[in-house]
């Protein structure tokens, strides 16, 4: 169906952070696939970890205990602070995982909350569920009657939502970072805020880190730079780094909530979907990738200011946190995507005005160079 605005070209290969289209003509790669492709391409380590899984076991059924799910689990549930964890296959599934589980929780205590409240701008997934989660009215159009519950607030605003949170109010979804809705960060005042407010009411927070978690922000997780936990925790895009895989995590006072037969998945947890993903948190540890985030996130940052500085008639400023970086303009950023892939460097947008950098998280120094010179020529 052509449900995508596609690029024209055709990707055809990788390695590292360097991709080649059809025609042999190679590219910088600054959108990851977007935030999935965390060690960039054809990662050795990744690339032996599927071979081999593929060789003993794709997929079995969680009808059956499953090892490298255990482990992933645990792994996860001791980096995260959580206690138990569901596995799915896409963040949207994620998402709604997480939105059931809230509401269970309150059915189980016999109380009425059931209605999530997240941000305006925010993105949370396609499914129905989801699409009314996100505080996007774009996404909404034409996929009426929408499930009731949801309602949306301004993001940072504190008074808002104490003033929209009432007896029936079970969860606050947020994103740390906001990525579809235009690289919008909630500050960390505001989170720690949150967290007060919902253990003021007994209520639940729900952090999406579907594009955030996995190192993105220099954190394994972006809620960390908060000091922040939450409740429920969601995650999917980096975590398998290409292979799909969504991660529903929830903290040990919920841990039972969804017990058997009120959730499930067919390929959610398989031992490829897992081995992938235990291959993308050994080398992020192995490779201190969390380090290389901070760094090259700092000095893709550090350029992306001398650039506002030196076209100050259209940029308007730099956001973000990582290797998640927004440059925002006051114009249509298309034109400026479509020139960088002339001259090599593949870039997203976020929103009409935003212009997204989302390289691997072992990008080198190098690359982040020759993609800010690129970007220099794009704007001269
Ligand atoms: C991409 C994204 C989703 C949806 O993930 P899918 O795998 O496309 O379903 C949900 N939340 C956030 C924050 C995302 O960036």
């Given at each position: 169906m052509n449900t995508y605005a596609r690029y024209p070209l055709t990707?055809?290969?990788?390695?590292?952070?360097?991709?080649?289209?059809?025609?042999?003509?190679?590219?910088?790669?600054?959108?990851?696939?977007?935030?999935?492709?965390?060690?960039?391409?054809?990662?050795?380590a990744l690339q032996q970890a599927v071979c081999e899984q593929a060789a003993t076991m794709l997929h079995c059924s969680n009808v059956f205990h499953i090892p490298q799910q255990q482990q992933l689990a645990e792994r996860l549930c001791r980096l995260s602070n959580m206690g138990a964890a569901f596995f799915c296959n896409s963040g949207a599934e994620a998402n709604e995982g997480a939105i059931k589980l809230a509401r269970r929780h309150f059915y189980l205590q016999h109380s009425p909350r059931r209605t999530i409240i997240t941000a305006t701008n925010s993105f949370h997934g396609r499914l129905l569920s989801t699409l009314t989660a996100t505080g996007q009215d774009k996404v909404k159009t034409g996929f009426d009657p929408l499930p009731p519950g949801f309602t949306h607030v301004p993001l940072n605003d504190i008074a808002a939502l104490r003033r929209t949170v009432d007896d029936h109010t079970a969860a606050i979804m947020l994103e740390p970072l906001q990525g579809e809705g235009g690289v919008h960060l909630a500050d960390a005042d505001y989170l720690r805020a949150v967290r007060e407010l919902c253990d003021e009411h007994g209520l639940l927070l729900i952090l999406d880190e579907v594009q955030t978690g996995i190192g993105r922000c220099g954190h394994m997780f972006a809620f960390e730079a908060a000091g922040v936990q939450p409740d429920i925790l969601t995650l999917a895009k980096g975590l398998g780094g290409g292979v799909a895989i969504g991660c529903l995590l929830a903290g040990a006072h919920l841990a039972d909530v969804l017990g058997p037969g009120t959730h499930g998945s067919t390929f959610g947890g398989n031992p490829l979907a897992c081995r992938a993903a235990l291959c993308v948190l050994d080398e992020i540890e192995q490779a201190d990738l969390l380090s290389n985030v901070r760094q090259q996130g700092a000095r893709l940052r550090q350029g992306l200011l001398q650039c506002c500085d030196h076209h100050r008639d259209v940029l308007t400023g730099v956001r973000g946190q990582g290797l998640l970086l927004?440059?925002?303009?006051?114009?249509?950023?298309?034109?400026?995507?479509?020139?960088?892939?002339?001259?090599?460097l593949l870039l997203l947008p976020a929103g009409p005005n935003v212009l997204r950098l989302l390289p691997p998280l072992n990008v080198s120094e190098a690359e982040i160079d020759e993609a800010l010179d690129i970007l220099n020529r794009v704007l001269a």
């Open positions: 990707l055809v290969r990788g390695q590292g952070c360097r991709v080649e289209d059809d025609q042999g003509r190679r590219y910088l790669d600054f959108i990851s696939g977007i935030a999935v492709n965390t060690l960039g391409h054809a990662h050795p927004g440059l925002a303009c006051n114009d249509e950023v298309a034109p400026f995507i479509a020139r960088a892939r002339e001259l090599g």
